[in-house]
T-cell receptor, first 112, second 112 residues
Framework: DAGITQSPRHKVTETGTPVTLRCHQT?????MYWYRQDPGHGLRLIHY???????DKGEVSDGYSVSRSKTEDFLLTLESATSSQTSVYFC???????????FGPGTRLTVL | KQEVTQIPAALSVPEGENLVLNCSFT??????LQWFRQDPGKGLTSLLL?????REQTSGRLNASLDKSSGRSTLYIAASQPGDSATYLC???????????FGKGTKLSVIP
């Protein structure tokens, strides 16, 4: 399995609080992605990174920001969490934009 | 906008049966198509990646085919086993895009 870890694995927080999720990889892959998975919607891309400090928006980026200061770490921040951001968040990596994507174990976030 | 559909949403088969899972997509301009497996509460495991120039890929008991012009892919599972029970997801990478578009999956149950 690709070396991808996500932290925390579970988090419960309150509306209006900031939340940061971390994705860490040991594969030295250039591309990293954040997805959310919701019943009835499937997986949707939030943001992605194509290199250190290089990021761009995905399909559902409103309310989220990202940062990538090192190849191995990609952070997803909810500046002010809302109940609609309750979801399971997955990080993925790939060596090239056209290559296979490998997924992390996920973070289950509940916003009360 | 690319849309990916997987039919059926759920499938139950007896152990040992050969089965086919279907995936269709609306825009044939794709780089590749990827099949994933997801176990309950877990992340996604990549099963097969088919590039747009390929017609099929095989891995063990799994065979995936791609007909780009008709916007269809199938995942064939031979001699199904109870351990194959999971949700199977299809995702396409659009040409000129960094974003995987996912179907909502087929939940497979293999009955001993």
């Amino acid at each position: 399995d690709a070396g991808i870890t996500q932290s925390p694995r579970h988090k419960v927080t309150e509306t209006g609080t900031p939340v940061t999720l971390r994705c860490h990889q040991t594969e030295n892959h250039r591309y990293m992605y954040w997805y959310r998975q919701d019943p009835g919607h499937g997986l949707r891309l939030i943001h992605y990174s194509y290199g250190v400090k290089d990021t761009d928006k995905g399909e559902v980026s409103d309310g989220y920001s990202v940062s990538r200061s090192k190849t191995e770490d990609f952070l997803l921040t909810l500046e002010s969490a809302t109940s609609s951001q309750t979801s399971v968040y997955f990080c993925a990596i790939s060596g090239d934009a056209r290559n296979e994507q490998f997924f992390g174990p996920g973070t289950r976030l509940t916003v009360l | 906008k690319q849309e990916v559909t997987q039919i059926p949403a759920a499938l139950s088969v007896p152990e040992g049966e050969n089965l086919v899972l279907n995936c269709s997509f609306t825009d044939s301009a794709i780089y590749n198509l990827q099949w994933f497996r997801q176990d309950p509460g877990k992340g996604l495991t990549s099963l097969l990646l088919i590039q747009s120039s390929q017609r099929e890929q095989t891995s063990g008991r799994l065979n995936a085919s791609l007909d780009k012009s008709s916007g269809r892919s199938t995942l064939y599972i031979a001699a199904s086993q109870p351990g194959d029970s999971a949700t199977y997801l299809c995702a396409v990478l659009g040409a000129g895009s960094y974003q995987l578009t996912f179907g909502k999956g087929t939940k497979l149950s293999v009955i001993p």
